[in-house]
T-cell receptor
Framework: QKEVEQDPGPLSVPEGAIVSLNCTYSNSAFQYFMWYRQYSRKGPELLMY??SSGNKEDGRFTAQVDKSSKYISLFIRDSQPSDSATYLCACQESNYQLIWGAGTKLIIKP | GAVVSQHPSRVICKSGTSVKIECRSLDFQATTMFWYRQFPKKSLMLMAT?????????EQGVEKDKFLINHASLTLSTLTVTSAHPEDSSFYIC?????????????FGPGTRLTVT
């Protein structure tokens, strides 16, 4: 079993829809949780960074962490075609090393 | 966020030659840098972790004599692919983490696409 599980998709939704992306993890020692966005042939870009359980909101993006169920989510409101990309979740203990999900390919249809 | 650059962005080399890729943190001091490779439609695979002034720590299965990493300063790490072969063709990405208030966040470079012919 991988430490971080993420459905690779693709996930296709119409423009304007609310997008829900999710990951589950198995290591209860993870404390930091990130979501990265990666466009084709580009390096990952940090979107959201959350410590421990709770919600964090930044514009159209909301990250949720539920440590009791080892479940992390990223919500995108009013999705745009420019949001089409691969979204990677990552978990981290107290050091710098990230444990990655497989990435979910998101397609927003105009 | 912090800015990390990579050079070159794309390189094509012949089998048997060596290629050096540079990773620079432009506006912060990176005490730790990471090197990843990514195959098409796959997630990032950590190759090695390097701390400034120390030898790199390689992940299992990554040949340290083939992928030479040097982290000579707080703003520069290099990855040299020695005696490259076509199977080394991949997208190589570095990331940097460190001081200047960036906490535990990692910032990624734009990646280098290596093609070995």
């Amino acid at each position: 079993q991988k430490e971080v599980e993420q459905d690779p998709g693709p996930l296709s939704v119409p423009e304007g829809a609310i997008v829900s992306l999710n990951c589950t993890y198995s290591n209860s020692a993870f404390q930091y949780f990130m979501w990265y966005r990666q466009y084709s042939r580009k390096g990952p870009e940090l979107l959201m960074y959350t410590y421990s359980s709770g919600n964090k909101e930044d514009g159209r993006f909301t990250a949720q962490v539920d440590k009791s169920s080892k479940y992390i989510s990223l919500f995108i409101r009013d999705s745009q075609p420019s949001d089409s990309a691969t979204y990677l979740c990552a978990c981290q203990e107290s050091n710098y090393q990230l444990i990655w999900g497989a990435g979910t390919k998101l397609i927003i249809k105009p | 966020g912090a800015v990390v650059s990579q050079h070159p962005s794309r390189v094509i080399c012949k089998s048997g030659t060596s290629v050096k890729i540079e990773c620079r943190s432009l506006d912060f001091q990176a005490t730790t840098m990471f090197w990843y490779r990514q195959f098409p439609k796959k997630s990032l695979m950590l190759m090695a972790t390097s701390n400034e002034g120390s030898k790199a720590t390689y992940e299992q299965g990554v040949e340290k004599d083939k992928f030479l990493i040097n982290h000579a300063s707080l703003t520069l790490s290099t990855l040299t692919v020695t005696s490259a072969h076509p199977e080394d063709s991949s997208f190589y990405i570095c990331s940097a983490a460190g001081l200047a208030g960036v906490g535990y966040e990692q910032y990624f470079g734009p990646g280098t696409r290596l093609t070995v012919t």
